[in-house]
C-alpha cells in the first residue's frame, strides 16, 4: 500500500455499540476510508451511525457476515488494506436460551469472513499483501473465570463457560488456524467489559439506567459479587487502532483496562449518579434486588495489558468515575436514541432482560 494512500478499513459490526464508536473515532481522528457492514439486526442500530452516514469517507453495507457471496462481492467493492471484526452475538443470557443464533454469526460467519479476506489478500500485490492485517477482535471470556487473584495474559488457555464465550473461543481458533495455515495476516484482541454511550440496554450500564428512571426493579444475579474489569469505549476503539497499526502479526494482545468493580458495586455508583441528577426518585438503590443467579456464572474476569502496552504503546487515557458520570449523562441527554434501543429490543424479545449483569 503506498503511504500516501489513505487506508481502506472494513469495520464489521459497525452499527453496533462499539463498531459506532470506532467508526466515529476514526472518521474524526484519520482520513481514512471506512467500509462499514452490519446486519442490523436487533443490536445494530443506524440512530447510532447518524453522524458517520453523512460522512463521505464512510459507507454502510447491510448484509449477514455468514453470506459467502455478500462478503465476496463486499471485499471486491471496498478493496480493504484491513479488517476490523467486531460482528458478534455478545449477550450471554440470550447464548444461554438459544445458541443457535451465536454459532451462526461468531462461527460460521467467522469462518466466511476470514475465507473472503484470504481471496481478498490472494489478489493484492506485494506491497499490500504485505501491509493487510486482519484485526479479530475478541473478548476476556473466552479465557473462563478467575478467582479473587492474578490476570489473563496472551498464554491463558481458552476455557470458555457459556456458549457465547464458547462460539467467541472457535472464533479465536479460527482466526489462528487461517494464519498458521494460509498465511492470513491475523491479530487477536482480548478486551473486558467496554461502556459508554449508545450501549443497547440490554447491557448492565444502560440497563440499570433506563429500568431505575422507570422506577422498576433493579434485579441482581446472585450476591452482586461476582468482579468485571473495566475499559471506557472510547479507550477500546485507540487501542484497535493501535493494535492495527503496531500489532505484530500472527500475536494475540489483552487490551486491559485495569479498573475493576463488582456488579453490585457497580450498580450502587450508578444508582448515586442517578440519585443527584434524578433527585425525586431518589434513593434508587432501593430498587436493587437479587435473584437466583445464572448457570455457569463466571465470578471474576481481568486482564495483563503488559504485553499490549510494550508492544503498541497504547495506555487507557479514561479516568473511570468520570467516564461514568459522562456515560450516565449521555443517556441522560439522548432520550431520543435510548427509545429507538429499547423498541429494537423489546421488538426482538418481546420483553426487557430479567436481570442485570456484566455479561
Given at each position: 500500500m503506498s503511504a500516501s494512500r489513505p487506508r481502506r478499513v472494513l469495520v464489521t459490526g459497525c452499527a453496533g455499540f462499539i463498531g459506532s464508536a470506532l467508526v466515529g473515532q476514526w472518521l474524526r481522528e484519520t482520513d481514512w476510508q471506512l467500509f462499514g457492514v452490519d446486519s442490523l439486526g436487533y443490536a445494530g442500530l443506524r440512530a447510532s451511525l447518524i453522524e458517520a452516514l453523512g460522512d463521505p469517507r464512510f459507507s454502510l453495507t447491510v448484509a449477514d457476515i455468514a453470506d459467502a457471496a455478500a462478503m465476496q462481492a463486499l471485499f471486491a467493492r471496498a478493496q480493504p488494506d484491513a479488517v476490523i471484526h467486531l460482528a458478534a452475538e455478545s449477550h450471554v443470557d440470550r447464548s444461554l436460551e438459544g445458541p443457535a443464533p451465536f454459532i451462526h454469526t461468531n462461527l460460521v460467519g467467522m469462518a466466511v469472513l476470514l475465507d473472503a479476506a484470504r481471496?481478498?489478500?490472494?489478489?493484492?500485490?506485494?506491497?499490500?499483501?504485505?501491509?493487510?492485517?486482519?484485526?479479530?477482535v475478541s473478548t476476556d471470556e473466552v479465557f473462563g473465570a478467575l478467582g479473587a487473584s492474578g490476570r489473563f495474559d496472551e498464554a491463558s488457555r481458552h476455557a470458555p463457560n457459556s456458549p457465547y464465550s464458547a462460539t467467541k473461543a472457535g472464533a479465536d481458533h479460527l482466526a489462528r488456524a487461517w494464519h498458521r495455515s494460509y498465511g492470513l495476516p491475523v491479530i487477536t484482541t482480548y478486551s473486558p467489559n467496554n461502556y459508554g454511550p449508545r450501549q443497547l440496554p440490554e447491557k448492565l450500564i444502560p440497563r440499570v439506567i433506563t429500568a431505575a428512571l422507570a422506577g422498576e426493579p433493579l434485579p441482581i444475579y446472585g450476591s452482586g459479587q461476582?468482579?468485571?474489569?473495566?475499559?471506557?469505549?472510547?479507550?477500546?476503539?485507540?487501542?484497535?487502532?493501535?493494535?492495527?497499526?503496531?500489532?505484530?502479526?500472527?500475536?494475540?494482545?489483552?487490551?486491559?483496562?485495569?479498573?475493576?468493580?463488582?456488579?453490585?458495586?457497580?450498580?450502587?455508583?450508578?444508582?448515586?449518579?442517578?440519585?443527584?441528577?434524578?433527585?425525586?426518585?431518589?434513593?434508587?438503590?432501593?430498587?436493587?434486588?437479587?435473584?437466583?443467579?445464572?448457570?455457569?456464572?463466571?465470578?471474576?474476569?481481568?486482564?495483563?495489558?503488559?504485553?499490549?502496552?510494550?508492544?503498541?504503546?497504547?495506555?487507557?487515557?479514561?479516568?473511570?468515575?468520570?467516564?461514568?458520570?459522562?456515560?450516565?449523562?449521555?443517556?441522560?441527554?439522548?432520550?431520543?436514541?435510548?427509545a429507538a434501543a429499547t423498541a429494537?429490543?423489546?421488538?426482538?424479545?418481546?420483553?426487557?432482560?430479567?436481570?442485570i449483569t456484566a455479561r
Open positions: 481471496s481478498h489478500v490472494d489478489t493484492l500485490d506485494a506491497d499490500r499483501r504485505a501491509a493487510f492485517r486482519f484485526v479479530n461476582q468482579v468485571r474489569e473495566w475499559l471506557h469505549v472510547e479507550d477500546h476503539a485507540a487501542a484497535l487502532r493501535a493494535a492495527l497499526l503496531h500489532g505484530r502479526v500472527g500475536e494475540s494482545y489483552c487490551i486491559g483496562g485495569g479498573i475493576e468493580h463488582s456488579n453490585l458495586q457497580l450498580v450502587q455508583q450508578l444508582c448515586a449518579l442517578l440519585d443527584l441528577r434524578r433527585p425525586e426518585r431518589a434513593p434508587h438503590a432501593g430498587l436493587i434486588r437479587h435473584v437466583d443467579d445464572r448457570p455457569g456464572h463466571d465470578w471474576r474476569y481481568a486482564l495483563d495489558g503488559t504485553k499490549f502496552a510494550r508492544d503498541t504503546g497504547w495506555t487507557a487515557s479514561r479516568e473511570f468515575a468520570a467516564g461514568l458520570q459522562e456515560t450516565v449523562d449521555w443517556y441522560l441527554a439522548n432520550p431520543d436514541w435510548l429494537s429490543l423489546a421488538a426482538a424479545t418481546g420483553q426487557r432482560p430479567p436481570s
